[in-house]
């Protein structure tokens, strides 16, 4: 009798190990593909619209080439830059926007000099007051 017990015990625990779930897997991978080409740098939250000249700051520019924002960032971990987000569309801002594709002009590349931050932002859709 001992030794039916032991094996419909057996049983009994074979049965709710087959029945338990795998376990999950961790880490997901989401290709985003790659970063919107615009002239002046794009927003850096979805749906990643191009940014008008006068937005990013001269920080955000290695020679002409924007360093990226949102998924695409390509600065340092503690990179802080200017924005002028008076240039961002959920400020108010109805002026012209550059298309996907367009070619960088340098005459409308604001320098250091004229260029009026407002937000400091990390590149990855975090904003705070600017440092002065």
């Not at 520019?61 to 240039?87: C, E, K, L, Q, T």
């Not at 070619?103 to 990390?122: L, T, Y």
């Amino acid at each position: 009798m001992r030794g039916f017990k032991v094996l419909v015990l057996a049983t009994a625990v074979a049965g709710c190990l087959a029945a338990a779930p795998p376990p999950a897997v961790a880490g997901v991978s989401i290709d985003i593909g790659v970063a919107p080409v615009c002239p002046y740098g794009y927003y850096d939250a979805a749906p990643y619209s191009c940014a008008p000249s006068g937005y990013y700051g001269p920080e955000w520019f290695s020679g002409d080439v924007f360093i990226g924002a949102g998924p695409w960032f390509h600065g340092p971990g503690n990179f802080r830059g200017n924005v002028n987000r008076s240039f961002h569309p959920d400020y108010g801002y109805r002026g012209p926007m550059p298309n996907r594709g367009e070619r960088f002009d340098p005459a409308k590349r604001v320098d250091k000099e004229h260029f009026r931050g407002n937000e400091e932002r990390d590149g990855r859709g975090h904003a705070s007051e600017p440092r002065h």
